[in-house]
């Protein structure tokens, strides 16, 4: 993706439907059948559907749109999004541009492997059964790859490393865990880990004499981290120390810390909506991860600099490029054309960058304005929907519902539903 794309996207938020679908297709992002798919309002019937899930009555739509202004490690992004919430993509795009003008995104991955567990409910003799698999472990290892993970291992992947864990249960017995290292390449890896420990269970049961009650993959991937780090050299001090304040404050309370990363996910679950990926597994790891020390804890870190405001992000985000949802549903594949990612790697460190830039956002706001009227403001068109205004009478209704905000800093859908009728009267008259 060429350097200069997002200067391409300046006033964006100004332009209407029709025009930004024509500079996504000016710049090549979508084509021109892609447009007329997202103008027509995506899937008219239900035979995809049918293909995915059970019991099928029709799709539920959510809202597509674009972040702009993002810099990941010096490469431009459109970041497409598929949310309800208003106010998500404004301020993505609103923050990316603050971080761009003043500072740095960079990210990382730690790690490439993700687990599957086969669980053994009550070892007899755990010492013999730890024994046996460390002693076949690379005949285990090789045969799962030879078997069944044959594909990965000739894109570079298969399962690395086995290792047991010894769980101690209330109940006087012992329970065995066994674990499955794998590298599924661009791939989630959810089928192919599920497949491999299937397929160990019988040689594993044959080596310990032990009885495997289940296999599955785990969602806790701290073997696979992704991190990403926003640097701002231009800040103000006292904006710097706040943001400090307000992660030190996520960072200590469970309570605080439940709602900073819902601020986080914020920006990193559309985004794996609108490509078709787990949400649920992903939001399911970044949770378990955050309670690893034994207390809910915050996901970001964020701490002022001589020279400014650093922040990180460090989460498991294993998502996939290949397979699924991302590879059949045509709009995710329109998602992955305009985030223009290389490898399923290159979309997690994309989606941990978003994350932390919408964490920042959320922060700046809370510690300056307060969330109520950045937020508020953007939801006057929800409220004026809500209390029954026509598309004629909205630009008037947004209007004096901006004007009763900056009066009161507070906006109710009563407030709506007075303006209204004052305006039909007015009109009647």
């Not at 969602?219 to 307000?246: G, M």
Request: proline residues 3%; neutral net charge; glycine residues 8%.
């Amino acid at each position: 993706m060429k350097n200069n794309k997002n200067a391409l996207f300046k006033g964006f938020s100004k332009l209407n439907y029709e025009q930004r679908l024509k500079t996504l297709t000016d710049v090549d992002l979508i084509s021109i059948e892609d447009a007329e798919y997202l103008r027509k309002g995506g899937l008219k019937d239900v035979s995809l559907a049918e293909k995915f899930v059970e019991n099928v009555i029709g799709y539920f739509q959510l809202p597509m749109g674009v972040a702009t202004n993002f810099r990941i490690d010096g490469k431009d992004f459109i970041i497409p999004m598929a949310v309800e919430e208003t106010s998500i993509i404004a301020a993505a795009s609103k923050t990316a541009k603050w971080v761009r003008e003043n500072g740095s995104v960079t990210t990382e991955i730690l790690g490439t492997e993700i687990i599957g567990q086969i669980q053994f409910a009550k070892v007899n003799n755990f010492g013999n059964f730890e024994t046996q698999i460390l002693h076949q472990k690379n005949y285990l290892i090789e045969l799962a790859n030879r078997e069944v993970a044959f594909g990965l291992v000739a894109r570079g992947g298969g399962v690395r490393n086995i290792t047991v864990r010894r769980l101690v249960r209330d109940d006087g017995f012992e329970m065995g865990v066994v674990h499955i290292y794998m590298d599924p390449c661009d791939a989630m890896g959810a089928n192919i880990m599920n497949q491999v420990c299937e397929f160990l269970k019988e040689p594993l049961e044959l080596f310990t004499g032990e009885t495997v009650n289940m296999c599955i993959l785990s969602n806790l991937v701290d073997t696979k981290l992704t991190r990403a780090t926003v640097e701002l050299k231009n800040i103000d001090p006292d904006l710097a120390l706040k943001i400090e304040e307000a992660s030190r404050f996520a960072e200590l309370d469970p309570y605080r810390a439940a709602t900073n990363n819902k601020g986080v996910l914020n920006g990193i679950d559309p985004i794996l909506i609108a490509t078709g990926n787990d949400w649920r597994a992903v939001e399911a790891g970044v949770h378990a991860f955050a309670t690893q020390g034994g207390q809910y804890r915050s996901i970001t870190k964020w701490r002022q600099t001589p020279s400014g405001l650093i922040g990180t992000l460090e989460a498991p985000l294993v998502v996939g490029t290949v397979g699924g949802v991302t590879a059949l549903h045509p709009s995710a594949k329109i998602s992955m054309k305009i985030l223009g990612v290389l490898s399923a790697t290159e979309l997690s460190r994309v989606i941990a960058a978003v994350g932390l830039v919408q964490n920042l956002g959320a922060l700046r706001a809370l510690t300056t304005v307060g969330i109520i009227e950045g937020h508020m403001k953007l939801h006057i068109k929800n409220l004026s929907l809500g209390a029954g205004a026509t598309e004629n009478e909205m630009p008037t209704m947004v209007k004096k519902l901006e004007e009763i905000l900056a009066l009161r800093k507070r906006i109710s859908l009563s407030n709506a539903v007075e303006v209204l009728k004052d305006l039909r009267n007015s009109t009647h008259h």
